[in-house]
């Protein structure tokens, strides 16, 4: 009955995808020593979590072996001819430094900033203008539409009045 409750706690899982901790490991490599069904039980989990990996699996592109190959010949190569060159340190130096300009690419800057075309200032500037110009206008109009309202509502008192 323990057995069952260990086997649905999540245990195998992490087990299997490998983030259990220290602790959690040696638990399994015990219970899979001590008890036949958890041992069966986690060999078909793993075999369940292959088939799934297989079956979601993407074939790299052709050709991928070959340029991993060629990488790793070259990478031969180039130790194989530091290895040969290693007593004179003239070319040791030559060496190094190709390596160096192969792994890095030089970068030269002329300054920090960020330099804008002289016309997107312009374009900057006049909408900053009109920015301000419309602002204005918004005020204007919110204040004369509140003095409005307020002649209406004076009008309407008028109105009231007179009626009576």
Partial sequence: MEINKIIESGLMETYVMGIATEEEVQKVLSLKKEYPAFKAA???LEYD???LAQNMSIEPPA???AK???EINEIQRQNQALQNNL???YSYDKIHQEN???KYIEVESESNQMRVNKAWKWVFVAVFVLGKIFLAFAIYFYLENRQIKEQIKELKIELKQ???
């Fill in 49 to 51: 979590m292959e088939v």
């Fill in 100 to 102: 160096k300009r192969e």
């Fill in 162 to 164: 007179k009626n009576r």
């Fill in 68 to 70: 991993i190959e060629q």
């Fill in 42 to 44: 986690l060999e078909q």
């Fill in 87 to 89: 007593n004179s340190e």
């Fill in 63 to 65: 050709g991928t072996l």
